[in-house]
């Protein structure tokens, strides 16, 4: 079924929120397993059940699941209004794209020009293989 | 130092990369038998958890999520992104060679982007040095 179609700002509106919250919630989720720690090694020492409450008392990993629900919810709603050849792709790209900027300026990791590099081939190969 | 990965970690990976896809794939195989959910019909969700595709898919993507956060509690979250995108790649391989889909070249050139951008990073190192949080580290541990 093709969606209603609706205007070129509206539709943009739509897939920044989409591709917003994403990069909110993979960034926080990200922020909260560095500062978990490494849990292959918490589930060598406490199981199962000590990595699982490890990372559920992590403040920043439950509002980043909240981000990713909302997320979510948010292209289902989007989906309802935006064609998926142009929601899915896009919203995939600029999530790709600004998780790379947020982990910079915000996780301060190494993003240098291979990652970048990177970032910008999964973009264009996104979008080539929704074509 | 240079991070690298053990085997094991590239198993988590080669998890977070198929897992995803999959589960997808068995959730939209489910949901065409159920049929439609609309406002009128939100019962058939309730039906849809005895669907056995549905019940598999949702068991591989919260496999997905468990692997997923293990992989970004010793890797960068830019080091771990291609590998879901590499997701893409599989479904539109799965489609190519078990559903005998025709794959143009448009979707065969975005599978060798994917493919270089996966590539790039993994011969990278995997985690970002925050020297400052070293020298805290091995003073705690004097």
Redesign the interface.
Known sequence: MTAVHTSGLRAWGCIMVVASLAIAG??L??AA??G?????DIRAESGLPGAIKA?LSSPLFLIGATCMALNFFAMLFTLSTVDLSLAAPAS?SLT?VG??AA??VF??????R??W???L??C???????? | MKHTLTP?RYLILLAVTLTAPLGDALLTRGMAQIGAVDLHHLGLLWHALFNPYVDLGIVLLIGFFASY??A???A????V??ST?FG??VV?LLSRFCLHEHL?A??W??????V???G??A???SL???PELNRMDSGAAR
């Open positions: 993979e960034c989720i990200a397993m560095r978990v720690g490494d849990l292959d990372v995939a790709y998780n790379a982990a910079k996780l301060h990791e190494n993003v240098d291979r990652r590099l990177a970032v081939c999964v264009a190969g996104v979008y080539l293989i929704s074509k | 094991q956060m293990t970004l509690s010793w960068d979250l830019t080091f992104m291609p995108a893409y790649v539109a143009s448009y979707r050139a975005g599978i060798c982007l994917i270089c951008a996966v790039f990073v011969n990278g190192p970002t040095e925050h």
